[in-house]
């Protein structure tokens, strides 16, 4: 099904486009600290249109400025993994975390949160 994300206003003047979260599942808490790039692809190379670092609730408010007009393609979340691991004490497996994703409707939000553990994460649409 294409179209719009569930039901409701699908953007926010208040917030930027793309935003996105993290969460430390194996302690529990906000994934305070990390260190998050946004990229899209464009003519076959990852171009850098922004970036920001966790606050103490996990989420990245300033991912994008909140006047930044999206444009149709895949992005790409990295999150660096290896330095919240070291900052946290913990022992990680994965040392950076990629998640990409297509942008269709340039209307929507889009909201990429990352679950994270030492071993493992998944991800998912947020809203």
């Not at 999206?70 to 660096?80: I, N």
Request: aromatic letters at 10%; charged letters at 20%; glycine letters at 10%.
């Amino acid at each position: 099904h294409r179209g719009n994300f569930c039901s409701g206003d699908s953007m926010s003047a208040a917030r930027p486009p793309i935003t996105s979260h993290v969460l430390d599942t194996a302690r529990g808490c906000p994934g305070q600290g990390v260190s998050v790039t946004l990229s899209i692809m464009a003519n076959g190379d990852w171009e850098k249109i922004g970036g920001d670092t966790t606050n103490a609730d996990g989420r990245c408010t300033q991912l994008l400025e909140v006047s930044h007009k999206l444009v149709p393609g895949v992005y790409r979340c990295t999150f660096d993994t290896k330095a919240y691991f070291e900052a946290t004490s913990q022992r990680g497996f994965f040392p950076e975390v990629s998640v990409m994703f297509e942008v269709e409707n340039v209307s929507e939000h889009y909201h990429i949160p990352l679950l994270l553990s030492p071993f493992g994460y998944s991800t998912y649409r947020g809203s």
